[in-house]
């Protein structure tokens, strides 16, 4: 067999390894109807207990928070739900992104999840957004919610102003194709920020935020260009008007803070706004903590109950 010949056998090989394995630990992934047609998938992570919902950060997928659930089997049955345009769930058509709808991606698993209510919520960044602007709709369905430095601005502080901002840029020329899901990791575990990510983390990231392509490369499933779209709205939703209003207690984390204007420089505000808020600062610990020290954010959802 010639060398090509060879390459794309092992790259077929690979991609049926991949959908086996996809399929085995998909096998309670479930469909829920949010809005605007638009079918989120729900993943269950297993555990016993409480049920604990995992909200993702933008850019990224339920599955790169199973780590934390797996620290938490003995006290939760957790789950975790791909965000439209994310991991599973796909992207409408022509759709100018709406953070609202990240809400309402955020309120379907819930109502499928915990439909009587006493459901727990970690979210991270927006995720930690689409978390707390569900509250505000639907505070029946939640007993806490753990947001770490989630993006709720007071406007017109952030938002889209003159040029693109570093991560803005870094998003829309992020690369989408791989040769390998292995070539994949090894790419991403050699640069920062994903080189000091959790190693489970890295894996499930890639191997379930890619999926194989036609020509034989992995493709990345949430499209650079809808990432960077996200960032660019993250300050203009109506989250931070909406934070006197919500009762749902909410514990407020972020990492050290370096920049008033940031994340993290902004958390401390949004939990005072807050009716029932609490705000945790973490002295050595930074936006991406969550994907660092999957342990780190387990333990901040046990202690918030």
Known sequence: MSALGSA???????????????????????????????????HEFGGTGQ????????????H??????????????SFGHDHRGHGNTPQPDDWAVDWDCYADDAIAAAEAIAPNGGLVAFGHSMGGASLVMAAHRRPDLFDVIVAFEPIIFPAPDVGPQGEPTP?????????????SFGAAIENY???????????????????????????????????PEHEARTFETGG???????????????????GRVEQERSPAGIARGVAERLTNGTY?????????????????????IVDAL
Request: charged share 25%; with cysteine.
């Open 64 to 77: 790169c928070y199973q780590p934390i659930a797996d620290r938490l089997a003995d006290r939760f049955t």
């Open 280 to 300: 945790i600062e973490l002295s050595t610990g930074n936006h991406l903590s969550p994907f660092i020290d999957p342990a780190e954010s387990a333990q901040l």
């Open 8 to 42: 794309r056998s092992a790259r077929r090989s690979e991609r049926q390894d991949w959908q086996a394995s996809r399929s085995a630990s998909d096998d309670v992934a479930v469909q829920v109807e949010s809005s605007g047609g638009i079918n989120v998938a729900v």
């Open 189 to 223: 575990a050699s640069k920062p920020p994903m080189q000091f990510f959790d190693a489970d983390v890295l894996r499930l990231y890639v191997e379930h935020g890619f999926a194989p392509a036609d020509d034989g490369t992995v493709e990345l499933l949430c499209a």
């Open 236 to 254: 203009t939703h109506r989250g931070w008007d909406l934070l006197p209003e919500i009762e749902t207690r909410v514990v407020v984390v972020s």
């Open 51 to 62: 049920p604990l919902l995992l909200s993702h950060a933008t850019g990224f997928h339920a």
């Open 167 to 179: 991560m803005i840029a870094a998003a829309r020329n992020r690369r989408s194709n791989f040769e």
